[in-house]
């Protein structure tokens, strides 16, 4: 009953922007958050934000650059991307958290549940 679906990748050139969404469904999710995974590499955090919003973390590679964001309402969570770079380009994974944590985490293994990945491709 659990679903994440992310939806937004494409293809766009270096320096612009892409919005992705990640519809849940089943239950509600405390911490939600992005990773990504570019070919032959690890999967790598990117951003994660708290039930209220207030609380969000960023890997260093994309702080002031990708915003995330959720709109509890509709039980979806967002990634602004901008100012992309070829090294963006990956598959990027919408993950939600279960349960009620202090603090984020930005390790995979503590992340219940995950989408099917939506493609990211930036281009010079």
Known sequence: QVQLVESGGGLVQTGGSLRLSCAAS???FYAMGWFRQAPGKEREFVACINWG???R???DSV???????RDNAKNTVYLQMNS??????????CAARSVVSVRLSTTPTQYDYWGQGTQVTVSS
């Open 63 to 69: 702080k002031g650059r990708f915003t995330i964001s």
């Open 84 to 93: 992309l770079k070829s090294e963006d380009t990956a598959v990027y994974y």
């Open 53 to 55: 919003g207030g609380n």
């Open 26 to 28: 089943g239950r509600t």
């Open 57 to 59: 973390l960023y890997a």
